[in-house]
Each structure stands twice: as structure tokens, then as C-alpha cells.
């Protein structure tokens, strides 16, 4: 069975400084990885996925992940933070030809003025 | 982009009631739509996948008589929560996923959710 840890459970970041939240996720056969986004009382944005191709995936709001296979990591990043960015952090993962998501236990992103 | 929309947003509720929580796929025709349940600061836990015109698959540890899932239509699924009791007290997301083509994979799209309290 495959799983998605992310180590860090809250990230503080001052505003317009880069920040890096990390995923590893664990699987015998090759995955779909994704990012998705969480603001208070709501539902889940995706914000960017890898499926296959290019390692270095862009999404939304400024957003990039990179896809390492070899330490089986999905890194998400992004070079400036903004107030708005303050939100729960959720990395997935579905395995190829099952539409299940196995979800991380999140990152709080909380950006300092 | 796609929609999904949860309703209601937020219920409470007398111990002992049912409640039912529609999802919606707005613009796209939702073949599978999954029910997730999300404890406070923790992550999503899926409950049951759907698809439309069959049965509901539980996740195991899901009671499939407490949480009755409905999936009548391509965009349309229902939750009831059965004699519901404080410790059912959760939020409730559900997403969609539209037909996959071409062998790719299609996202899941969510709902707002539903922050249920039993009282």
C-alpha cells in the first residue's frame, strides 16, 4: 500500500520569503502526485499535479513541485509568500489505474508580516 | 474550472436525527464521487467511492448502515448520516472526478464541505 508523509506540520514564514513544504511518499509501483490547497472551513484546491513527463511541475498562485524519484520526494515551493498563502498543505498520492488518494497529514502554512 | 458544490454548509443537530448532505458536480458529469471525513487538524480520510448507478464502496471501518451513500445520477450524490450521535460530529467533504478518456488521469474536484455537529 502506498503512503504520503509530510514531516513538517506547521511552516511559519515571513511574507516574500521562499518556502519549501515537503512530501515523501512511499509506493511499490509507480504513483500520481498531487498538491492541494485548504483554506479555512473549505474543501480542497488542487494547485498543481504530476502524472508523468517534466519532474518540475508549475501550478497555481505561483506554486512549483518537483518530482525525484530516487528519494521518492515531491517537494512544493515557492519563491516569495504572501498573507494570502496562509492555508493547510495537502500532499496525495493515487497509484496508476486507481482513482483512490492516499492524503499526508498536511502542513500549515502560516505567513508572518 | 470545475465545480462541486456541498450543501448544506454547516448543520446542527439533535442526537438521534438523520442528516443528508448533497453533492453536486455543477458543469461536468460526475461518474465517481468520493465522501471523505476530516477530524479536526488532521488530514482526509477517504469513507466510500461511488459511481453512478452502483453501489457505494466502504473504506474499511466505514459502517455502510450508518453512512448511506446514494449516487443516482452523474451529478448527484447523497451522504445520510443515520441516528446520528456527538461522536458522528465531523467535517464531511465529498469530491468528483468526471470521466477519464484516453487513459489519462482526471482530478478529483471538491466540495466546500460540511461541518456537522450533533449536539
Not at chain 2, 60 to 78: P, W
Request: glycine share 8%; with cysteine; net charge neutral.
Amino acid at each position: 500500500a502506498q503512503s504520503v508523509t509530510q514531516l513538517d506540520s506547521q511552516v511559519p514564514v515571513f511574507e516574500e520569503a521562499p518556502v519549501e513544504l515537503r512530501c515523501n511518499y512511499s509506493s511499490s509501483v509507480s504513483v500520481y502526485l498531487f498538491w492541494y490547497v485548504q483554506y479555512p472551513n473549505q474543501g480542497l484546491q488542487l494547485l498543481l499535479k504530476y502524472l508523468s513527463g517534466s519532474t518540475l511541475v508549475k501550478g497555481i498562485n505561483g506554486f512549483e513541485a518537483e518530482f525525484n524519484k530516487s528519494q521518492t520526494s515531491f517537494h512544493l515551493r515557492k519563491p516569495s509568500v504572501h498573507i494570502s498563502d496562509t492555508a493547510e498543505y495537502f500532499c496525495a498520492v493515487s497509484l496508476f489505474g486507481n482513482e483512490k488518494l492516499t492524503f499526508g497529514t498536511g502542513t500549515r502554512l502560516t505567513i508572518i508580516p | 474550472g470545475a465545480v462541486v458544490s456541498q450543501h448544506p454548509s454547516w448543520v446542527i443537530c439533535k442526537s438521534g436525527t438523520s442528516v443528508k448532505i448533497e453533492c453536486r458536480s455543477l458543469d461536468f458529469q460526475a461518474t465517481t464521487m468520493f465522501w471523505y471525513r476530516q477530524f479536526p487538524k488532521q488530514s482526509l480520510m477517504l469513507m466510500a467511492t461511488s459511481n453512478e448507478g452502483s453501489k457505494a464502496t466502504y473504506e474499511q471501518g466505514v459502517e455502510k448502515d450508518k453512512f448511506l451513500i446514494n449516487h443516482a445520477s452523474l451529478t448527484l450524490s447523497t451522504l445520510t448520516v443515520t441516528s446520528a450521535h456527538p461522536e458522528d460530529s465531523s467535517f464531511y467533504i465529498c469530491s468528483a472526478r468526471g470521466r477519464i478518456q484516453g487513459g489519462g488521469n482526471q482530478p478529483q474536484h471538491f466540495g466546500d464541505g460540511t461541518r456537522l455537529s450533533i449536539l
